[in-house]
């Protein structure tokens, strides 16, 4: 099946410092990849939708200037976390799909930690 | 609005035991029912969907759920665990017009661990 990488598995880093994850379809090509986060105890959300080349669709009560999302290749979208501090602090994961390979696929996430 | 409740966070049974994770749904429309699982520090895989059509859905790995619609109900079976199903398991639910695939609203998880 289609594989997507997402790095880093894990990060710590201090508050007001932003932290980049990588999402990257293996074998495939991205056409819509999508981010979510899940906080402790709580379900998986989604926080927004991205098309190659076309700017992010961010879901209600998500900062767009705080999640800097970036989807400039069929292959490789990046979420920024700017300016970092602890609340920020979850589980964010990836998906993506294409247009010629139905189906979600899932990164394996990335454990975010901010002191 | 959707939503997902699974029951049970975590789900102990020994290795060739029958396991049953409870997944219950909530919607004002036609939904689209899903279960993943990841396993440790992998992503999230398809396990098994349900469109329309049959409500007892197979999936990989032995495991079947049944859509129960009058008690909004989506449980996860196998009648035979193996230590290799150790994993998190995630129900969830997405509209069935509109919208796009990965707008998935999903239930907290379950940790089903088998034991020897």
């Known amino acids: 099946g289609a594989v997507v990488s997402q790095h880093p598995s894990r990060v710590i880093c201090k508050s007001g410092t932003s932290v980049k994850i990588e999402c990257r379809s293996l074998?495939?090509?991205?056409?819509?990849m999508f981010w979510y986060r899940q906080f402790p105890k709580q379900s998986l959300m989604l926080m927004a939708t991205?098309?190659?080349?076309?700017?992010?669709?961010?879901e209600q009560g998500v900062e767009k200037d705080k999640f800097l999302i970036n989807h400039a290749s069929l292959t490789l979208s990046t979420l920024t976390v700017t300016s970092a501090h602890p609340e920020d602090s979850s589980f964010y994961i990836c998906?993506?799909?294409?247009?010629?390979?139905?189906?979600?696929?899932f990164g394996s996430g990335t454990q975010l930690s901010v002191l | 609005a959707q939503s997902v409740t699974q029951l049970d966070s975590q789900v102990p049974v020994f290795e060739e035991a029958p396991v049953e994770l409870r997944c219950n749904y909530s919607?004002?429309?036609?939904?689209?029912l899903f279960w993943y699982v990841q396993y440790p520090n992998q992503g999230l895989q398809l396990l098994l969907k349900?469109?329309?059509?049959?409500?007892l859905v197979k999936g990989i790995n032995g495991f079947e759920a049944e859509f129960n619609k009058s008690q909004t109900s989506f449980h996860l079976r196998k009648p035979s665990v193996h230590i290799s199903d150790t994993a998190e398991y995630f129900c969830?639910?997405?509209?069935?017009?509109?919208?796009?695939?990965?707008?998935?609203?999903f239930g907290k998880g379950t940790k089903l661990s088998v034991k020897p």
């Open positions: 998906s993506a799909t294409g247009l010629t390979t139905p189906g979600l696929f």
């Open positions: 074998d495939f090509q991205a056409t819509t």
């Open positions: 991205s098309n190659e080349g076309s700017k992010a669709t961010y």
């Open positions: 919607s004002s429309v036609s939904v689209y």
């Open positions: 349900y469109l329309s059509g049959s409500t």
């Open positions: 969830a639910v997405r509209r069935n017009y509109g919208g796009s695939q990965g707008n998935l609203i």
